[in-house]
């Protein structure tokens, strides 16, 4: 995975929007019921998927839409008391990310970026917390903020180590990005043989994480 050029650690934005629509994704799927908060022409795959067809925003319309339409409207998402956290934590990112890019054409090759990421992919989550680490470290606010990322090596070690089984639980109170659930998810999945056993695979870790922006790319 490479980085694209001049792409601004100040502007998550992107990358908390297409973690939003990935989210959505799992939860439309196992609850039809469930209701985006969203408004459907600024979801993810409305909008930024670039299709090759001449239609894709960039430049000059996509840095408008940006700015005027995309992150002001989440930024003021309506949130209530009764409002699920699913839904509610939309709100929570968007309103401390501001979009500082003043290059359409960059931004849209940053997109295209963000969309190639498989969040399926064991290599690509792992991948997509070290971004996250990076922005940390240069923005200098990992430390300060008691944010501070575990190496891929570091969890699939330890891990290996605690040697789960499937039936059982892994539990991660202070999540983060999800480094260690993802190891446990990796090594789990290689226990499964039935649909019984993937039933229990799916039930088998349990993460909290208190900041917004985190525990939406977990």
């Given at each position: 995975m490479t980085a694209t050029p001049n792409a601004s650690p100040n502007s998550p934005g992107?990358?908390?929007?297409?973690s939003t629509t990935r989210k959505e994704a799992d939860w439309e799927?196992?609850?039809?019921?469930?209701?985006s908060i969203i408004?459907?022409?600024?979801?993810?795959?409305?909008?930024?998927?670039?299709?090759?067809?001449?239609?894709?925003?960039?430049?000059?319309?996509?840095?408008?839409?940006l700015n005027t339409e995309l992150f002001p409207v989440l930024k003021s998402l309506p949130i209530t008391a009764s409002t699920p956290l699913s839904q509610s934590v939309v709100r929570?990112?968007?309103?401390?990310?501001?979009?500082?890019?003043?290059?359409g054409i960059l931004i849209r090759q940053l997109v295209n970026l963000i969309d190639e990421i498989d969040f399926?992919?064991?290599t690509d989550r792992h991948a997509f917390g070290e971004i996250y680490e990076t922005l940390l470290k240069e923005l200098?606010?990992?430390?300060?903020s008691g944010e501070y990322y575990t190496p891929r090596a570091v969890t699939d070690f330890m891990i290996e180590m605690i040697n789960p089984r499937l039936g059982e639980t892994v539990?991660?109170?202070a999540a983060g990005t999800a480094g260690f659930l993802?190891?446990?998810?990796?090594?789990?999945?290689?226990?499964?043989?039935?649909?019984?056993?993937?039933?229990?695979?799916?039930s088998s870790v349990y993460g909290i994480e208190k900041k917004p922006m985190p525990y939406l790319l977990a």
């Open positions: 992107c990358c908390s929007s297409r799927f196992h609850n039809p019921a469930y209701q408004p459907k022409h600024l979801r993810w795959r409305s909008w930024a998927p670039d299709r090759k067809d001449g239609r894709s925003k960039t430049g000059e319309e996509l840095l408008t839409f929570a990112v968007f309103e401390d990310s501001n979009q500082y890019m003043k290059d399926e992919d064991y200098q606010s990992a430390g300060s539990a991660d109170f993802t190891s446990t998810l990796k090594h789990l999945d290689e226990q499964v043989e039935s649909v019984e056993d993937r039933e229990a695979y799916r």
